[in-house]
Nanobody, 124 residues
């Protein structure tokens, strides 16, 4: 049942960059919008970014606008999150997910498939 696998997490100093990847099944990736969420220690999971199935539309949380870029490569069945100017507040487990229902990009209930997550730790 594992259809999404994140990778690319790690330890980075503040101001650094990381690129996360999410490998997905071909049909799932090419049919639906996909997004990134994150969950910091002791906090609830929060929306980070989303991209439409064809890559035309994107949306970002205010906290990451201008620093993160979401993209996708349908030929490789892969979703990406390029993270720059990282802050300690970005430390979290990052999850990719498939948005299977129309509606607000921020609602977790509209995302039916989730990966296991990849840890991103930003040090001072």
């Amino acid at each position: 049942q594992v259809q999404l696998v994140e990778s690319g997490g790690g330890l980075v100093q503040a101001g650094g960059s990381l690129r996360l990847s999410c490998s997905a099944s071909r049909r799932t990736f090419s049919t639906y919008a996909m997004g990134w969420f994150r969950q910091a220690p002791g906090k609830e999971r929060e929306f980070v970014a989303v991209i439409s199935w064809n890559g035309v539309a994107t949306n970002y949380a205010d906290s990451v606008k201008g620093r993160f870029t979401i993209s996708r490569d349908n030929a490789k069945n892969t979703l990406y999150l390029q993270m720059s100017s990282l802050k300690p507040a970005d430390t979290a487990v990052y999850y990719c997910a498939v948005k299977t229902s129309s509606g607000s990009d921020y609602l977790e209930a509209l995302y039916n498939y989730w990966g296991q997550g990849t840890q991103v730790t930003v040090s001072s």
